[in-house]
């Protein structure tokens, strides 16, 4: 019990959670479950008159109260608690309460919002429940100290870059209005947060930064310009986290820095829609294919494979994209030759600027003669093609080439030339003359000239045709060819200065002759042989091995130059030449080439990839004699030549159709074997374009993964439309053969593919889809999303900021279509949607004003951040879209309030402004509603007050026309007040609306009629209630505001009393206020007022206090040091018992916010630094505790934890909200303000982009205890009159008829009273205890050595005299003064309740959907403390007697609990002498006033009797477990150790001793509280006390008349017997001193004695059982009790649910009903145990 009691201390919350079976439970037995409960036993064993008498009686005591008022009660209605989610962004639609106990009216006040000011004491800030937040705003954010964090305010002229999280929003970087951002994607660090974002579009400019299409932006904002981008849009980007590459697709043509550093790599670096980007180095990456022909519009990545698609064909790597600096011209084997060279020694030779690695020198520079024209010439002894010249200037003596102009050498035919602007960095072109800048730089020039006439020239010259200075001049040369080359004669193949990493290289074996033919341009190498040798070994072995340099992996053709054997006039000779290739590594070819040629040709001997020459290896090519070759037959001998290959650049691959894949590791070595890029090995149909690709795990028996392809495309034969999947290497259809229309987005999350495009269907037109849809891989079938939306989607993306389970998707649509069958409607949404793929509806959003063009956001990941990027022409934009309301969840997650499209909305003025709420909650177990009040239109109509119900915004209160500016309940009535919004009419009177407050009831759900308040004049106009506050404990509700008089006749200027049971205004005293009361603050039965106070021409105060206790106003210390009116007033923590509280406002006149601390003595000021344009709305202080730390940062947690000078204390800091301009620039909404520090917190947007405001935090609060009446109707008050008057009526003629056979029978009663009380005395003795030796006397008829019982039952007979007739006027005194006490039993909040963990702001966020309550420690006893206990009058045994025994809670409290059970359960025959006695008085007490000399007799018979008993006591008999006795001298060890576990046979035939046996093996019990505080200042449980038997003869004694009283000490303290009812009835005779007024509840006193009471005589028969938890009982049939309380159980027949009877005191009926089996036990708890519950 101890541990399941501290368990649930663990658990303790704001409620206990009732943890009672379901009312569904089948066996349940009910008075409604017939047969079931059939067999249950009557309860009742008192006469039927009685019973009747009773309640009549009761009704004629109780009918003035029942006529004026049901109930009078002082309650405290348990604080409801919320639930949120906690994942993800889930709307909180429910907020439900669950309490441990019920209580059957509600009459507190909840006191969550009240407007700007009060939002509760730091005391209630306890437990993790969620927080309201309301204000105007439309968006938003939290702050974080590595980013800004607020939400945006933008520039919709601009294209804005924004990075999202769940509570986050960060401005990035804007670009030119004219380029939208289309592309994006993330590197990001360990936490989830991004570390750089590449975005691309067709923005050239990015902040100030100067971009082209794309750029790297940092999480700081900083911009990376990517070497100057491409030259084109880019519409995709995709982002290897892997690899850290880039892959950048769209429609440019090369990327711009190719076209800034040379003309020799722009065309080859141009890549074609498709380039990549290096993070690591931050450089452009070639590829070997240089580009698609077509534009990219997305990639995917799957199995090591990234696959980029679009609208293209075929890749663009052929000549014209090679690069042009790939092999060097041999200039050393060249004729060089110079046109007016200098005569200065040493510059005069043209080839000192070859390959010379020196600056301007002698012997390294080219100089012409002074003040002419030159040339330089080279002529070619080989066949080339010339590509690109290079060229350095001389500034040998400020000389220099200016000019130049480029002609070829055999046909002085000028060449057209391109070249780099060094200025423009464009490309221009030239012919006659081409400039050269005068600097060591490169100046590069490309020859422009088509193929044809490049190759057949045999030479080039420079002419020369300006200079600078004294003549022209050259310092470095270089010329290159564009195809790669390899000559049999070494000697051509490459040049020394090459920078390649491996040179062109060749070697021979065998006899090679070199042949230079006149007619061929060019030398060659020519084999001989016999023909008849042809076959042999030698020369089979002589060959041509050359190595030619590949500059790039790629598809090549491989041309032989065979010169034509006219040249030579062998064509007789020639033959076949055998041609190995070894291509790589694995791949080998072999060929034969003819040579029978007569002019000279290329012949083509292999087309294919080959991969880049490395170090590793290079494709080799060997010529050598073909055996089997053709042979003239008259040759006698065989001509082999042999004299370059060439290997041109082709397409590689022109069946691509839109897709193609390409390797992630682009270091991978297979590139030597194989291309790293390749089409699908089916391709799509022709023409095919796709716009989207995705992947994921196919949710079938194969689990294989597949590429998903959606677009505009169409097989009909294959069976695909728009989209279809790539798995296994084969292309396959989706279900219904597709989607009718284009696919532009998709994405894949759990199994299925959210699809987004333009289409109505599927393929097959089976199923109806409006532009998004979603197909489940498992089942294979196609899903609407509800109705879909009214426009196209263009990005599906999975939104991880929200969870893993939130797909968002944008487009041109503005509405979510409602579903068909659906109730909703259709929801404005403008180009941003949500799609919660767990619960399969639509979302909240981020928060987005204008028109979004990019929307990204990777895959869900298990990390504390998950951040999208959104750009777009916007004007605004934050983490959260939320209308005016908002909850702040216990991990510190921002969650819209109400499901999506029940928001708040402006009202018909564009205005939305919540500015206060509350939660309102009836009673335990029944759902807290969230109320909120201010200026808006709900969905369904209504205006400025609204509640949250079933997830929907409902209005409340029609009529409500003007502005909310606070609310409260007291009770179950609720108050609304506001700007009075009144229309007149023509008559002059109020037509109706809002006169600034309404009381509207809550149960009823209808306005409660209150005079209205008006202004100056009797106007409505100028009304406003700014605070309406509970007084607590009373009925007293105060207004303040802007008002003179109340019903148009009650002065009562700014501030004014509310009687909440009367509806009638009060003023109070006459005060100083001339301008509205802003705030209101109750500490304890002390107002404080915030207004204007002034007397005459006195400076203004602005804080004043009203005592009611005298009815006055009284000045605050302090308070004229104010600078300016306040805002807000804001309860502190108490500290030393004394309430503080915060004062905010502003210094007057238009000045800067201030900060100011009452602390209970004097009003200081604080250092306070904010911005002058800054409003502050409210302020509450919280715990450190309960900050974010993602807020203020490691590094401020020490300084918050030491006190904070004199006006916040330690641990603790202050939430300033409103809209607040805060140093540094930042703007927020609300802020933690600490050490004169500001640590940003939330900051909240308005629809328009303007900055929002926060107006109230609130949050579930302890409710204000209020007086409370509830009236009856007139027809009930009518009825209950006329049952009193037959009631009477029957009274008097009972009373009649009771005195006549009083009468007859009075001899015999007296003489049978006489004789029962001698009888008694002389039975009693058996089984009683022996009465201790010491006597004390009192008073009375008897001789000093009467016994003890004697002299009680003398006492008791005195009191019985007359008790019969004072008996209906005694009932009637104890209700009166228990009306008179009821402020002290009534159920309350004491002021430390909450003294466990404190609620505050700790964390900023997912998933569930309840806004979940704390779980503060002091709250564990809530339900115990303070509460009058039912306890029953039979048992009850005050507390005083063990007020000062130290070892009542050191764990000594078994032996007072077995001594207790022995005083009630002792002996058989005591049982039945108790009832005896009981039926006797009675009858004595009926009879008292009648004849006193009867009792008198009796009295005198029982006291002689009782002394003869006295002498003839026998011992007791004690049983052990085995049913045998026990000697006297072993179970009367101890002396007063009265053990039950032996006092009874267990094997008795005795029907009382069976039911007492087992009573004994029930164990003890205690009863239930109240409890006062003992000596040691600790509230400590009573325990019941054992008692003799000497109480029940002296009550035989009683009924004889006797007068003897008895006082004895002994054993473990004094042993007392409970009263009677009659001896309760006598009481109202005695004097004050012996009231029951001057004795502690349930207890009374016969002649000063005080006794206890024992367990009522009708429930001796059943088992008793213990409460271990509080039942609150619910339906008709139901018993409810508290925990502690004693239930006997009468039938234990169905396992669940038993039947019993509660005894909830002795002057409450005994209650009998069904309640859960498992509530009660059968031993009592420990004392331990009863610490915990109460």
């Known amino acids: 019990m101890a541990k399941r009691c501290a368990g649930a201390k663990q658990q303790a919350s704001f409620f206990h959670t009732d943890t009672r079976p379901s009312s569904n439970s089948p066996s349940k037995c009910s008075p409604s479950s017939g047969a079931a409960c059939a067999h249950a036993p009557t309860a009742a064993r008192s006469s039927a008159w009685m019973r009747c008498t009773a309640i009549l009686a009761l009704m004629f005591v109780a009918s003035p109260a029942l006529a004026a008022d049901s109930s009078t009660l002082f309650a405290s209605t348990p604080t409801p608690t919320t639930a949120g989610s906690g994942s993800a962004i889930t709307p909180v639609s429910t907020i439900s309460s669950n309490t441990s106990s019920d209580v059957s009216s509600s009459s507190s006040s909840n006191s969550g919002g009240g407007g700007s000011s009060q939002s509760g004491s730091v005391e209630e800030l306890e437990g993790d429940g969620g927080i309201g937040i309301v204000g105007a705003f439309s968006g938003v954010s939290s702050f974080s100290p590595t980013s800004s964090g607020s939400a945006l305010s933008l520039n919709s002229t601009r294209t804005s870059l924004a990075a999202l999280s769940q509570n986050s929003a960060l401005l990035l970087a804007s670009a030119s209005a004219n380029g939208p951002i289309t592309a994006a994607c993330a590197f990001y660090n360990k936490d989830g947060t991004i570390s750089t974002a590449y975005i691309g579009g067709s923005f050239t400019t990015l902040n100030s930064t100067s971009v082209g299409y794309v750029a790297a932006v940092s999480a700081t904002g900083q911009i990376d310009p990517m070497g100057g981008g491409v030259n084109g849009p880019v519409n995709a980007l995709y982002c290897s986290q892997k690899s850290g590459i880039v892959y950048v697709g769209g429609n440019f043509t090369t990327v711009s820095a190719s076209l800034t550093s040379s003309v020799a790599t722009m065309r080859s670096n141009s890549t074609g829609a498709l380039t990549l980007y290096s993070s690591a180095t931050k450089t452009w990456l070639p590829l070997s294919f240089h580009g698609l022909n077509g534009p990219v519009f997305d990639f995917a990545e799957m199995d090591s494979k990234v696959y980029a698609v679009g609208a293209f064909s075929a890749t663009v790597d052929n000549a014209t994209h090679s690069a042009l600096d790939s092999q060097p011209v041999n200039l050393n084997a060249c004729t060089i030759t110079g046109g007016n060279n200098a005569e200065i020694p040493g510059f005069s030779d043209p080839r000192n600027i070859i390959c010379t690695p020196h600056a301007d020198s002698s012997g390294n520079t080219w100089l012409m003669r002074d003040k002419l024209t030159g040339f330089y010439r080279i002529d070619f002894p080989f066949k080339t093609t010339p590509s690109l010249l290079r060229l350095m200037n001389t500034m040998y003596q400020d000389r220099g080439t200016k000019a130049i102009r480029i002609e070829a050498a055999s046909t002085n035919q000028a060449l057209t030339m391109s070249y780099l602007d060094p200025t423009t960095k464009s490309e221009q072109f030239c012919t006659h003359s081409c400039p050269v800048p005068q600097n060591y730089e490169w100046q590069e020039y490309r020859f422009v000239d088509n193929a044809a006439t490049l190759s057949n020239i045999s030479g080039i010259v420079i002419n020369i045709v300006d200079w600078y200075g004294m003549g022209g001049g050259l310092n470095k040369i270089e010329l290159y060819q564009r195809d790669p080359r390899v000559y049999a004669d070494d000697r051509f193949s490459s040049s020394p200065c090459s920078r390649a990493p491996s040179r062109p290289s060749s070697s021979i074996a065998g006899d090679w002759k070199t042949t230079t033919p006149a007619s061929y341009h060019g030398t060659y190498k020519t084999l001989t042989v016999a023909k008849a040798d042809v076959s042999s070994a030698q020369a089979q072995s002589a060959h041509v091995r050359m190595l030619p340099y590949v500059p790039e992996s790629g598809f090549y053709k491989i041309y032989m130059m065979v010169p034509g054997c006219q040249n ?129 795990v196919f949710n079938d028996t194969h689990s294989n993964s597949t590429l998903f392809l959606g677009g505009r495309f169409s097989s009909p034969d294959s069976g695909y439309h728009n989209i279809a999947q790539y798995r296994n290497s084969k292309l396959k259809p989706l279900s219904n053969t597709g989607i009718w229309g284009t696919v532009y987005s998709m994405t894949f999350v759990n199994s299925s593919i959210y699809v987004g495009g333009n289409f109505n269907a599927t393929a097959d037109q089976a199923t109806a889809l409006s532009n998004v849809a979603q197909f489940n891989t498992t089942d294979q079938v196609w899903y609407p999303l509800s109705g879909g939306v009214d426009g196209a989607v263009s990005n599906v993306v999975p939104y991880s900021p929200f969870g893993p389970n939130v797909v968002a998707m944008s487009g041109s649509f503005q509405t979510l279509i409602a579903g068909p069958g659906s109730e909703g409607e259709a929801i404005a949404m403008h180009g941003l949607a949500m799609w919660d793929t767990a619960f399969g509806q639509w979302t909240y959003t981020p928060f987005i004003k204008g028109t979004l063009s990019m929307l990204f956001s990777d895959p869900w990941q298990n990390r504390a951040n998950n951040v999208a990027l959104v750009a777009g022409s916007l004007s605004a934009a934050a983490a959260l879209k939320t209308e005016g309301a908002l909850l702040l969840d216990a991990q510190q997650h921002i969650q819209p309030l109400g499901l999506l499209g029940s928001s708040l909305r402006p009202d018909d003025a564009g205005m939305l402004a919540v500015n206060t709420g509350l939660w309102y909650a009836k009673k335990n177990g029944t759902t807290a509603q969230l109320i909120v009040g201010g200026r808006f239109k709900t969905p369904d109509g209504s205006v400025n007050l609204a509640r949250l119900k079933d997830g929907k915004w409902r209005g409340l209160l029609d009529g409500v026309s003007g502005e909310v500016l606070t609310i409260n309940n007291a009770a179950n009535l609720l108050f609304i007040g506001g700007v009075a919004n009144v229309t007149e009419s023509p008559s002059g009177h109020g037509d109706s609306n809002f006169g600034g407050l309404v009381v509207y009831n809550m149960d009823s759900h209808s306005s409660v009629g209150i005079q209205q308040l008006q202004g100056p004049g009797g106007s409505h106009y100028t009304v406003r209630v700014n605070k309406v506050a509970i007084r607590a404990d009373t009925s007293m509700v105060v207004v303040g505001g802007n008002f003179s008089t109340a019903g148009g006749m009650l002065p009562c200027p700014y501030i004014c009393t509310l009687d909440i049971n009367e509806n009638q205004w009060s003023p109070m005293a006459s005060s100083s206020l001339v301008d509205q009361v802003t705030d209101l603050l109750f500490s304890g039965s002390t107002l404080y007022v915030a207004g204007t106070f002034q007397n005459g021409t006195s400076r203004p105060v ?223 003795g058996a089984g009683t205890t022996k009465a201790p030796p010491s006597v004390a006397v009192f008073g009375g008829a008897g001789a000093g050595g009467t016994s003890d019982y004697a002299r009680l039952g003398a006492g008791v007979g005195a009191a019985a005299v007359g008790g019969g007739a004072q008996a209906m006027r005694s009932q009637r005194t104890v209700q009166a003064e228990q009306y008179a006490n009821g402020a002290g039993e009534r159920d309350t909040w004491g002021d430390n309740a909450f003294a466990g963990e404190q609620v505050s702001f700790d964390n900023i966020a997912p998933k569930t959907d309840r806004l979940v309550s704390g779980q503060p420690a002091g709250l564990a006893g809530l339900a115990g403390v303070g509460r009058q206990a039912a306890v029953s009058s039979d048992t009850y045994v005050h507390y005083s007697d063990r007020k000062g025994d130290g070892k009542y809670l050191a764990g000594s409290a078994s032996n007072d609990l077995n001594d207790s059970l022995d005083s009630i359960f002792e002996s058989a025959a005591a049982e039945a002498e108790a009832e005896a006695e009981v039926e006797a008085r009675e009858r004595t007490a009926s009879a008292g006033s009648m004849d006193a000399v009867v009792a008198g007799a009796a009295a005198t018979a029982a006291a002689a009797a009782a002394a003869v008993a006295q002498q003839k006591i026998p011992a007791p008999r004690h049983y052990n477990e085995s049913g045998n006795s026990i000697p006297n001298d072993q179970s009367s060890s101890g002396s007063t150790d009265y053990s039950r576990n032996s006092m009874y046979r267990p094997d008795s035939t005795n029907p009382f001793e069976q039911r007492l046996a087992l009573r004994e093996s029930q164990g003890t019990f205690p009863p239930a509280g109240p409890y006062a505080d003992g000596a040691d200042g600790l509230g400590h449980v009573p325990m019941p006390r054992a008692h003799h038997m000497e109480s029940e003869h002296a009550a035989a004694a009683a009924l004889a008349g006797a007068t003897v009283a008895t006082s004895k000490a002994g054993g473990k303290g004094s042993r007392r017997r409970s009263e009677t009812a009659s001896t309760r009835n006598t009481e109202a005779g005695l004097s004050p001193s012996q009231s029951p007024s001057s004795r502690p509840s349930g207890e009374s006193s016969v002649n000063g004695s005080s006794t206890h009471l024992p367990i009522r005589d009708s429930l001796r028969q059943y088992p008793v059982f213990y409460a271990k938890f509080t039942f609150s009982s619910r339906e008709t049939g139901e018993l409810g009790f508290r925990a502690g309380e004693r239930v006997f159980v009468i039938d234990q027949s169905d396992e669940i649910w038993w039947m019993g009877i509660a005894d909830h005191g002795s002057d409450q009926p005994l209650e009998q009903g069904v309640f859960p089996a498992t509530y009660v036990s059968g031993a009592p708890p420990e004392s331990t145990d009863w610490a915990e519950l109460v």
């Not at 090519?621 to 089997?628: E, P, R, T």
């Not at 030393?1136 to 406002?1145: H, K, L, N, P, R």
């Not at 000078?1205 to 330690?1210: D, E, K, M, V």
Request: hydrophobic share 40%.
């Open 1102 to 1324: 602005y804080l004043m206090r009203y005592n009611f206790g005298s009815s006055s106003w009284d000045s605050v210390s302090g308070a004229t040091a104010l600078p300016g009116p306040i805002t807000s007033l804001t309860p502190g923590i108490s500290e030393a018992g004394v309430t503080a509280f915060y004062i905010s406002g502003v210094a007057a006149p238009g000045g800067a916010p201030y900060l100011a601390k009452y602390d209970g003595s004097s009003v200081a000021l604080a250092d306070y630094t904010i911005g002058s344009s800054s409003t502050v709305r409210s302020i509450l202080e919280v715990p450190r505790s309960r900050i974010p730390g993602s807020v203020i940062g490691s590094g401020s947690s020490s300084s918050l934890n030491r006190r904070s000078g004199a006006t916040i204390p330690s641990g603790y800091v202050l939430v300033v909200s409103g809209d607040l301009d805060l140093p540094g620039g930042q703007r927020a909404s609300n802020a933690f303000f600490y050490d004169n520090q500001w640590a940003p917190f939330l900051s909240t947007i308005q629809a328009d982009g303007s900055p929002g405001f926060i107006g109230s935090v609130f949050f579930e609060r302890p409710p204000t205890n209020v007086y409370q009446r509830h009236r009856l109707s007139v027809a009930l008050v009518i009825l209950i009159a006329i049952a009193i008057a037959l009631g009477i009526t029957f009274l008097i003629v009972l009373i009649g008829l009771v005195y006549i056979y009083l009468r007859n029978r009075r001899e015999a009663a007296a003489t049978a009273s006489a004789a029962s009380a001698a009888l008694a005395a002389t039975a009693g």
């Open 568 to 696: 030579t006039n062998t064509c007789l000779q020639r033959s076949s030449a055998r041609v190995d290739l070894l291509m790589t590594r694995k791949r080998a070819v072999q060929t034969s080439v003819p040579q029978h040629n007569l002019a000279d040709e290329e012949a083509v001997v292999y087309t294919g990839y080959i991969p880049a020459s490395t170090q590793e290896f290079t494709m080799s090519i060997s010529v050598g004699l073909d055996a089997s070759g053709v042979v003239n037959p008259q040759a006698a001998t065989i001509e082999l030549v042999v004299d370059y290959f060439r290997l041109e650049r082709v397409t590689s691959y022109t069946n691509l159709n839109g897709v193609i894949e390409l390797a992630s590791n682009l270091e991978s070595p297979l590139y030597m074997d194989d291309p790293l890029y390749q089409p699908l090995n089916v391709s799509l149909p022709d023409n095919s374009i796709v716009y989207s690709a995705t992947t994921g």
